[in-house]
């Protein structure tokens, strides 16, 4: 009998002993569960604040090179006007401790320091000691050995170059996004501006009979300059099925004043209000050009340059303002 006894006291011994691993082992299993779950959790918040994208990222910057951010910068130095443009619209405007000397939008970007412009204060951005710093082409071009050092500094050099088309524009906004953990929003300004750019052409598509013939100065005399293909300024005027009176030209060209009235323009945009003033009546005076029909009618119009020759989120807003503008009939509400 006491035998039997001992045998299930050994017994019940195991038995407890068995349950308590058990229990253990669930226990553990569901504490590894929790923090794989919190593990999760904190990933997916990181991406989150990423706005998809969990760094290191790795682009490909203008200059063709592979450039790896290993952390979201916190400090950025802008030296284009066209990408300090750009840096604001995507919610960096406080990550900003250095700006182009040229840098006139948005207004916050006025009370942040200057660092140069096509010559770079290579001293002071070394001393700044920023994050990231966002150049051009042209600088990567003439002053390689400046941005070297920043590179040897730790600062993360991107090359965003020059644009001459919406598609440019759109890639330089995508790539300063993911550069900089905002991809989301880039995603969204780019959104934006296809589809309100796709709206104006459909209008004009279906809304335009009668094309306008359009001069664009953007300098004034003696040495006036218009832009030809391969600029903002055409697309834009063929996206509303306006003409280009300088269609055959390519890029931004000088041309006279004898050889401007022989185009006969419908309309004339002006691009230079920002310095010269009333360029408006400026063109409207001008000897010889009386019998202009853009003059003749008063259709001259001087435009923000800014906004139809700067690659950033307003060039949607030029494109607009020219509609208004060209075919005043059809888009001015």
Not at 84 to 109: M, Q
Not at 211 to 216: A, D, L, S
Not at 218 to 230: E, L, R, Y
Not at 249 to 278: A, C, F, R, S
């Amino acid at each position: 009998m006491k035998e039997i006894v001992k045998k299930w006291g050994l017994f019940s011994v195991i038995l407890l002993l068995s349950m308590m691993m058990l229990i253990g082992c669930g226990t553990q299993e569901a504490n590894t569960q929790g923090k794989e779950g919190t593990a999760s959790n904190d990933k997916t918040e990181e991406a989150v604040q990423n706005n998809g994208e969990v760094f290191p990222v790795t682009i490909t910057d203008d200059a063709n090179r592979k450039v790896t951010i290993d952390e979201e910068p916190e400090t950025i130095v802008s030296i284009q006007a066209s990408n300090t443009e750009i840096a604001f619209a995507l919610g960096l405007g406080d990550k900003i401790i250095g700006r182009s000397d040229y840098d006139n939008y948005p207004k916050e970007a006025l009370e942040i320091q200057k660092v140069g412009g096509q010559d770079i204060n290579a001293e002071l951005v070394l001393s700044l000691l920023p994050d990231m710093a966002l150049v051009t082409d042209y600088h990567y071009k003439t002053h390689r050995d400046i941005l070297q050092q920043f590179e040897e500094a730790g600062i993360e050099v991107i090359v965003v170059g020059s644009a001459t088309s919406f598609e440019d524009a759109y890639g330089n906004i995508e790539m300063i996004g993911k550069a900089t953990g905002t991809k989301t929003e880039a995603d969204e300004i780019v959104a934006d501006m296809k589809e309100r750019l796709q709206v104006i052409k459909d209008k004009a598509t279906e809304s335009v009979t009668d094309k306008k013939k359009v001069w664009v100065e953007v300098s004034p005399g003696p040495d006036i300059f218009t832009t030809g293909q391969n600029t903002f300024m055409h697309e834009m005027l063929e996206s509303i099925q306006a003409i280009n009176a300088a269609e055959d030209q390519d890029g931004w060209v000088k041309m006279t004043e004898e050889e401007i009235v022989q185009l006969n323009p419908d309309v004339i945009i002006t691009t230079y209000g920002y310095y010269v003033e009333n360029p408006t009546a400026e063109v409207l005076g001008r000897e010889g050009w009386a019998e202009v029909p853009a003059v003749k009618n008063g259709n001259v119009f001087d435009v923000d340059s800014d906004t139809v020759t700067r690659p950033g989120p307003r060039l949607i807003e030029g494109v607009e303002t020219l509609a208004e503008l060209i075919y005043p009939e059809i888009f001015k509400q």
